[in-house]
């Protein structure tokens, strides 16, 4: 595909379910990055990988997301026993280089998740 | 810490109006500073990026311009197209070289 996808485009979860939300990145992409967006807000940074190796958790805001890349393409953000405070939209972005300044990253279309 | 925030949250205007968006940081020793446009259901563009040593970039009918020692960034448009209307997020890199700090946003309408 030409850009970055994701699936589900919308979630709807009650409270305390387990959620799993997909990333595709552009084909040959080494860094890939998920960012949370409430309501009004700009997004948060969440983590990075840097192939399948995630450099970067310290957005991750508790034990309950968890994040992986394991073969270094497609990754998945996971939350486990989700809260209402998690409903916000999840942007999975990615972009060619290796945590370079200034790299354009390029985002996917979110994930709008709703947790009841 | 690096804080980005974004005047006006929003703002309608006519088509055809120039519009000037701003963007302030608090610590102006930054590598560079993007502007994004984010249409519902579509996702983050990036529309230009201005490095420290640069004083504003252009691109058609977008101009922005950045100010390090005062730590303002603004995001000019010439002559205002209703396809114009999204929210235009600006952001500047965090901590680590991969981190962007973002705004908040201004949501901008344009009315035929």
């Known amino acids: 595909g030409a850009g970055v996808s994701q699936s589900p485009r919308y979630k709807v979860a009650k409270r305390g379910q387990d959620v799993a939300l997909r990333c595709d990145p552009i084909?040959?992409?080494?860094?890939l990055f998920w960012y949370q967006q409430a309501l009004g807000q700009g997004p948060e940074f969440l983590t990075y990988f840097q192939n399948e190796a995630q450099l970067d958790k310290s957005g991750l805001p508790s034990d309950r997301f968890f994040a992986e890349r394991p073969e270094g393409s497609v990754s998945t953000l996971k939350i486990q026993r989700t809260q209402q405070e998690d409903s916000a939209v999840y942007l999975c972005a990615s972009s060619l280089g290796a945590g370079v300044i200034g790299d354009t990253q390029y985002f996917g279309p979110g994930t709008r998740l709703t947790v009841l | 810490k690096q804080e980005v925030t974004q005047i006006p949250a929003a703002l309608s205007v006519p088509e055809g109006e120039n519009l000037v968006l701003n963007c302030s940081f608090t610590?102006?020793?930054?590598?560079?500073l993007q502007w994004f446009r984010q249409d519902p259901g579509k996702g983050l563009t990036s529309l230009l990026l201005?490095?420290?040593s640069q004083r504003e970039q252009t691109s058609g009918r977008l101009n922005a311009s950045l100010d390090k020692s005062s730590g303002r960034s603004t995001l000019y448009i010439a002559a205002s197209q209703p396809g114009d209307s999204a929210t235009y997020l600006c952001a500047v890199p965090g901590r680590s070289n991969y981190q962007l700090i973002w705004g908040a946003g201004t949501k901008l309408i344009i009315k035929p």
């Open positions: 201005i490095q420290s």
């Open positions: 084909s040959g992409h080494v860094s």
């Open positions: 610590d102006s020793a930054i590598y560079n």
